[in-house]
């Protein structure tokens, strides 16, 4: 495969067309010996899919700095998360996961989500001109979990600042010393506050999800104290730097096609409809990665047990096949449309997919609802983040 920088500022602006250009090379290109990037749907689907194919973070953090990684303290912590796992140690911790996790109803969560951003949007209603990604992105994704968690919102300025540091330890992208260094104090930062925070809920328990944790239980068997403290740090990645970032490039993604947007603020009705195309149109999350647990052939392609398998998401949802005029936003697209990858699949299926799609349809409701007057200042000079797993916004300068 020809040399393709996956941080330069053209990619970062638009990576569709370099998507393309890899799904032109077939659907699995070799990125380095015994590392793999796979970016045509259906080829993706079907390896989510493949229980031949498992998650081995390890594997494809040592191919990138050396087998010492994984004595760093976040690399440590980020191997211990439910979405890196592998049965039979993932099946019985997104059963005890579940149980908590599944308690809160639909409904039960709407309202919540609704709350918070009529919350913040009190606020914000007066500050215009204002910069969405700190002022409303952020907040409320971190606002709703601290609330799941019955945290105090004091914190959520440290938790916004240590995810971001931690979460690039999932990048493909190489991180420097000083990147590993700040994701390593993000790591003791999660696990000292959880800790404290566990022994707090064992002894005044209360319905918040920490002490559903706590109590979590299926036969005999129970969730550790760093397995809860892991996935709790788990919770604050994916349940608000990536559902923050989709906000945002879902705001984006309507303000680029005006004519999508005043159909939807005439027929609401077709919210979810519109939440699922931004989800495939600009997905926050670009890759997930997998590992060959023996040998497998892949459209025509022996993958060897061991190899690494980075999985495109956001150019598998840009597939023509079986996406017709996958470049088209459209959020009426038919039924018969193939589901979207953004939440990946199979057995690592995202366990807050119902959470997210909430959050984001209640953001763009109330964000429409309240400032009907809602522009976008500048937006063809915003920048996006130097990361390639995780796609957002660096900053949404708007006024209303």
Known sequence: MDTIDFASPEFLADPYPTYARLRRLGSLVRMMPRVWLVSRYRAADAILRDSRFGRDFSAGAKLRYGPAIMEEPAF???????????PPEHTRLRVLLSKAFGVKQAADLRRLVAGEADRLLDRLVDQSPADLVS?????????????????????????????????????INPLTSGEIADANTAAQVFSEYFRDLLKERRQRPGSDLVSLLLQAEEGDDRLTEDEIIANITLLFLAGHETTANMIGNSLLTLFRHP??????????????????????YESSVHIAARGALEDVVVDSV????????????????????????????LIARPDTTPKHLAFGGGMHYCLGARLARI??????????????????????RLRWKPTLTIRGLESLPAAW
């Open 259 to 280: 004519e999508e947007r005043a159909r939807l603020c005439a027929e609401t009705s077709l919210m979810p409809a519109a939440v699922n195309e931004c989800l495939r």
């Open 76 to 86: 440590r912590m980020v191997s211990r998360f439910l979405l890196l796992m592998n």
């Open 135 to 171: 002022a409303f992105n952020y907040p409320l994704p971190i606002a709703v979990i601290c609330a799941l968690l019955n945290l105090g919102l004091e914190d959520q300025s440290s938790f916004q600042r240590e995810t971001q540091a931690l979460v690039k330890v999932l990048e």
């Open 302 to 329: 022996t993958v060897q047990r061991g190899d690494v398998l980075y999985i495109n998401l956001g150019s598998a949802n840009r597939d023509p096949d079986p996406f017709q005029e996958p470049d088209r936003f």
């Open 359 to 380: 959050e984001l349809e209640m953001a763009l409701a109330g964000l429409f609802r309240r400032l009907p007057k809602l522009r976008l200042e500048n937006p063809e």
